[in-house]
């Protein structure tokens, strides 16, 4: 029995949402794809599941980049551009932040987050535009640079906050503006989104983030990430991609420096001129690549240069009252005991108890997020992988549940109500379970941190020298966009720009 | 602009790329294929693993345990007290698959020699792979299977540590896990089973049963025929019952067949129990899908044309209407990856391209934008038309 095709032009391995952008990207320009999926279902975690008959988030809080309808920016466009019609449900506020003498909440749109600081802390809301807007204008030329690259001098004559800012850390740069502590600490909640201290954390990076999520607010699909996950992988098929769920790809066939196809647990040998992976580089130059010896040491050496950003740990629980009902007000609670970053960074190299929470409450951001008279609570850490590399499978259980009971307990103790007495469902996802569901190296969703060694400036600059294998591109939170699910799709459109331009190149060529 | 100087701001980007490429040259160019965390995952979900038939033991006049170990002895996935496994059996040359909660305890399964043992009752001539067990399967048979599935587990965060077991027939299965485990002491809850049997020769694992009895454990035996004889408790599961010997705040976790469910929804209704203390394990495969409100009765006997995509690939098999999509491709000998087997897992996602089905309502365990799109758990599908579906390559 024949399954597949003689040949492809691209094959993807994985379909979530990097790869699917890849596979939506390639067949809109006419190219034959395959994605291979390990799991039955497209998205890795941006999917949701069903307990006890009550459909359920698995990992996404807010989706970035998208912008209001008629204003879209970049991956809501994206998507709209392909045909993708997403039922988009902006998230009421940016977060409710609960820290150290402090209990705000804070909305989108920069006047707005500047004046709700201010009334916090009177005569700051100077300051917190002119950070707002040094963040803006870096992350305008960071979207532009993307697109059009230029010479170093155009770039200092077009782009001067950029490059005068793209050698520092965020705390170096923020240091400049005499920000009071409360003030400082207003601005850093979404911190743990990017897996370093703001003394390790590219200004860049913290640009991008604020002025995206501050600027233009965040988004979540009414029919969970699923709708999204699924609407791609449809639109796809559509398009002529084949995608093939429950296919893992254990091997990616490569000779003298340029791939040829895949090799699937399953025996299937698929063949293809590109190769579009979106698991790890670590898991590909040491196990996949076949013959190994093809693999060349510069690439181990890159991979094992990098530091792998957070994994997650969150706790998710369908509960038996309202929201309002249990005293919980808003769409997402940023709730640390400090907001120091460095060293809440060192805290995530543990087992807990963590010192830093996020809350979401569906709820508030979609009404219909679960049935009448209960509401969804989830409470997330993103922790690095270190502390979980310690545990065994026969401590697994135990340690979870202690990480588990300890959350919800300072939840509970926030809220002035034992959560533990409305639980209806609860699901623990840890690194495990996003190693089990999606194979992600050591269960890392975030791919590689953000640090003043690994600069985006410098991934951007360096990133031919970093193509070891004719024909293979990589789509995915471990690619020069980083991490998260709006820079996922970012990610895979650009594997699938470097196919398309390699195939523009080589046409020429003949 | 400035941050710290003209020169220093302006050569960030050239500082940065060669704190990269110095990382880089710094690093150790060994192949580093280290990913703990996900062998912990493969450990607790391998997948389908080989086993062999060890031991095959009488439970009830009219049922068998059987045991499980793998081919080298060696420990077998973690899972929790009350999970099922899936099997593989090979019966008359096609693989055909069924869930079956796991009758012994998880500490079994992790000790050298690990073992995982099912308890099977013979049907009453409408199920054959239950037969199939009692009667063909021998020691030494290869199968494979998939452990540790399922919702069906005290989970301590969000139960009471005080189980109240409501079992019905070979219902009894997922508790004599937990008690065991209980018993060995590696499960930290107190367990009440009401086990409620036609007559004491149905008693499944009795024996068992009572040697686990003890502080934590208890169990009481209930039959609804009438033997004389019988000192014990009479008559159903009742709200009265169950009265009778639940504690306050109890759990209830209820196992058995679906003419159980159906009754003790009543029962456990009139005893104001909240929602978050019942569990319920799942239905299983619809005993007779014309039964349910919605199926159109008049399509029952016809038999049409179900095309398979799977790639590239196409073929056409007959399915009947009464008979779900799975049981028509398990006919066919077209492989299709199952668990539950009672439309909540989603092992069995499909997509149907073209065609009329009917979704067995008491088993809809559809994500919202998967009925948008038309997916359909196909364990829980039934044709009512000619149709066209999408599976996986297995």
């Not at chain 1, 309808?69 to 392909?82: A, I």
């Not at chain 1, 629980?317 to 919980?328: F, V």
């Not at chain 2, 899908?289 to 073929?315: Q, S």
């Not at chain 2, 999509?325 to 077209?334: D, M, T």
Request: net charge negative; with cysteine.
């Amino acid at each position: 029995m024949k399954f597949y095709k003689d040949h492809y032009d691209v094959i993807v391995i994985g379909g979530a949402l990097a790869g699917l952008s890849s596979a939506l990207m390639l067949a809109d320009k006419g190219k034959d794809v395959l994605v291979l999926e390990r799991h039955n279902l497209p998205g890795g975690i941006a999917t949701s599941f069903v307990r006890g008959g009550i459909e359920i988030e698995a990992a996404l809080h807010e989706m970035m980049s998208i912008g209001p309808e008629g204003n879209r920016l970049k991956v809501g466009k994206f998507l709209e551009d392909m045909g993708i019609h997403i039922d988009w449900l902006k998230v009421p506020e940016a977060y409710h932040a609960s820290l150290p003498g402090l209990e705000v909440t804070l909305h989108p749109g920069f006047e707005t987050f500047a004046r709700e600081i201010d009334a916090e802390v009177p005569g700051s809301y100077d300051k917190v535009m002119k950070v707002l807007s040094l963040c803006h204008t870096v992350f305008d030329s960071v979207n532009e640079l993307s697109i059009h690259p230029m010479s170093k001098v155009q770039m200092l004559l077009k782009h001067e906050a950029f490059v005068k800012t793209a050698g520092y850390s965020t705390q170096e740069v923020l240091d400049t503006f005499g920000l009071p502590q409360k003030v400082l600490d207003l601005l850093a909640p979404y911190w743990i989104y990017v897996g370093s201290g703001f003394k390790d954390l590219p200004f860049t990076i913290f640009s991008v983030l604020m002025a995206d999520y501050i600027g233009y607010g965040s988004y979540i699909p009414r029919k969970f990430s699923h709708e999204m996950s699924l609407k791609m992988a449809e639109r796809a098929e559509e398009l002529g991609v084949q995608i093939e769920y429950r296919q893992q790809v254990e091997k990616i066939l490569a000779k003298d420096g340029k791939v040829y196809g895949v090799r699937t647990a399953r025996g299937d040998e698929i063949y293809a001129d590109y190769v579009i992976s979106a698991a790890y580089p670590n898991k590909v130059y040491t196990s996949m690549i076949e013959p190994i010896s093809e693999v060349p040491e510069k690439a181990l050496k890159m991979v094992n240069g990098r530091r792998l950003s957070l994994t997650a740990f969150s706790v998710i629980m369908i509960l038996d009252k309202t929201a309002e009902e249990l005293g919980i007000k808003d769409y997402s609670i940023f709730i640390g005991d400090t907001m120091d970053t460095d060293e809440l960074y060192q805290d995530l190299a543990g087992l807990g108890p963590y010192r830093y929470l996020t809350c979401i409450c569906h709820n508030l951001g979609n009404e219909e997020a679960t049935p009448p008279g209960t509401c969804s609570f989830s409470i997330t850490t993103l922790p690095r992988a270190d502390g979980w590399k310690t545990v065994s499978a026969d401590d697994y259980d135990r340690v979870k549940h202690e990480v588990a009971k300890q959350m919800i307990g300072d939840m509970s103790r926030y809220l002035g109500v034992d959560l533990l007495d409305h639980i209806l469902e609860i699901v623990i996802e840890t690194p495990m379970t996003v190693a089990h569901y999606t194979g992600m190296w050591n269960g890392c969703i975030y791919g590689y941190a953000h640090t003043m060694e690994d600069h985006i400036v410098a991934r951007l600059q360096t990133a031919e020298a970093e193509k070891f294998f004719e024909g293979l591109e990589f789509a995915g939170a471990h690619q020069i966009s980083g991490d998260g699910m709006g820079p996922a799709v970012t990610n895979g459109r650009k594997a699938a720009k470097n196919v398309l331009d390699d195939m523009k190149k080589k046409e020429a060529a003949k | 602009m400035k941050i710290k100087g003209f020169i220093k701001d302006v050569g960030g980007a050239s500082r940065v790329t060669k704190a990269r490429l110095a990382a880089f040259e710094n690093a150790s160019p060994a192949s580093v294929k280290d990913d703990p965390i996900g062998n912990v995952a493969r450990e607790w979900h391998p997948g389908k693993i080989d086993l062999t038939v060890t031991e095959i033991r009488t439970a009830s006049p009219t049922s068998k345990t059987v045991r499980f170990a793998r081919p080298d002895g060696g420990k077998l996935p973690p899972f929790y007290a009350g999970q099922f496994i899936s099997l593989d059996f090979e019966i008359d040359g096609k693989i055909i698959q069924r869930p079956y909660s796991i009758s012994s305890a998880p500490y079994e399964a992790r000790e050298g020699n690990g073992f995982v043992e099912i308890t099977v009752r013979r049907s009453k001539g409408d199920g054959f792979v239950a037969d199939y067990v009692n009667d063909t399967l021998a020691v030494g048979t290869a199968v494979k299977g998939n452990m540790g599935l399922g919702q069906f587990y005290y989970e301590p965060l969000r139960d009471s540590r005080h189980i109240m077991a409501l079992a019905g027939g070979v219902g009894i299965t997922p508790f004599v896990s937990m008690a065991k485990e209980i018993a060995h002491g590696t499960m930290d809850a107190d367990l009440t089973i009401l086990y409620g049997s036609v007559a004491s020769d149905d008693i499944i694992l009795k024996d068992t049963l009572a040697s686990l009895e003890g502080d934590r454990v208890h169990v009481v035996n209930v039959l609804s025929g009438d033997e004389p004889d019988w000192a014990g408790e009479r008559g159903f599961l009742t709200a009265e019952l169950i009265k009778k010997y639940a504690p306050d705040d109890a759990s209830y976790f209820i196992c058995g067949p679906q003419v159980m469910y159906r009754f003790l929804r009543g029962e456990i209704g009139k005893l104001g129990v909240p929602k978050r203390r019942i569990r319920f394990e799942v239905f299983g495969q619809a005993k007779d899908i014309t039964a349910f409100d919605g199926y159109p009765v008049e399509k029952k006997d016809n038999t049409y044309t179900l095309t398979v995509v799977r790639g590239i690939h196409e073929d056409e098999i007959p399915a009947k209407a009464t008979e779900s999509l799975v049981v028509a491709l398990e006919r066919a000998g077209i492989r299709i990856e199952t668990a539950c087997r009672s439309g909540e897992c989603g092992f069995c996602r499909t997509k149907v391209l073209k065609g009329d089905f009917f979704v067995c309502p008491e088993s809809d365990g559809r994500r919202g934008a998967d009925r948008d799109f038309g997916y359909v758990h196909a364990c829980a599908a039934y044709p009512l038309s000619d149709m066209t579906i999408k599976i996986p390559i297995e």
